[in-house]
Every structure is written in C-alpha cells, then in structure tokens.
Nanobody, 123 residues
C-alpha cells in the first residue's frame, strides 16, 4: 500500500523557516520523482518543487526559487522541503506526491499524494 505522510508544518512569522518532511512507504522511493505542491483556500493547486528519483535534478516554481530547497534521502524513504524567508502568500496546505514512473517536470502528473501539512505565515 503506497503511503506518503507529510509533517513539519506550523505557524511561523514572516521571514521565518520551516522544514517539511514526507515519509514514503509501500514502494521503492528511489524509483520515482517526487513533487511538493500547495493549495490555499479558494486557490488552485500550485506545484512548488520537484526532484528526480536520484535527487540530482530539481526544479522550482518561480515564486519560491532561492527560498525553497527540495532534497531527498532514499535510504530513509524521505523527501524534504526546506522553506526559508517565508511570506504570508506561502500559507497553504502543502502536499508531497509521487510522480508517475518515468515522468519529470513541474507539470508532470502524480499518482499518489499524502494528506498534507498546513503552513501558515503571519505578517
């Protein structure tokens, strides 16, 4: 059974940092690309970062470039999203998701996602 469990969200002040974690189980994480996306109330889904199966390639949405860093530890079955210089417009429910096998790109489709972790940035 494929599972993705996010953690690390919370309330942080403007300019602060958070590190999100996504623990995967039920499949071989090293075989798949992973994405972090977010969704704020009343807004559409926005992909913020993706990482290739081996962790060598990463890509980011323009709005988070230079502030967010995606990484992974396949031995620990975990993908991370380090978020620095947070702003109120970063507030959203953040999800990690497994990309379909062999796909990559900010618009790549995903197959499974977690339940999300809430990030709230106060001004």
């Amino acid at each position: 059974q494929v599972q993705l469990v996010e953690s690390g969200g919370g309330l942080v002040q403007f300019g602060g940092s958070l590190r999100l974690s996504c623990v995967a189980s039920g499949f071989t994480l090293a075989d798949y690309g992973v994405t972090w996306f977010r969704q704020a109330p009343g807004e559409g889904r926005e992909t913020v970062a993706i990482i290739s199966p081996d962790g060598i390639r990463t890509d980011y949405q323009d709005s988070v470039k230079g502030r967010f860093t995606i990484s992974r530890d396949n031995e620990k079955n975990t993908v991370y999203l380090q978020m620095n210089s947070l702003r109120p417009d970063d507030s959203a429910l953040y999800y990690c998701a497994r990309l379909k096998f062999g796909t990559y790109g900010l618009a790549a489709p995903y197959e499974y996602r977690g339940q999300g972790t809430q990030v709230t940035v106060s001004s």
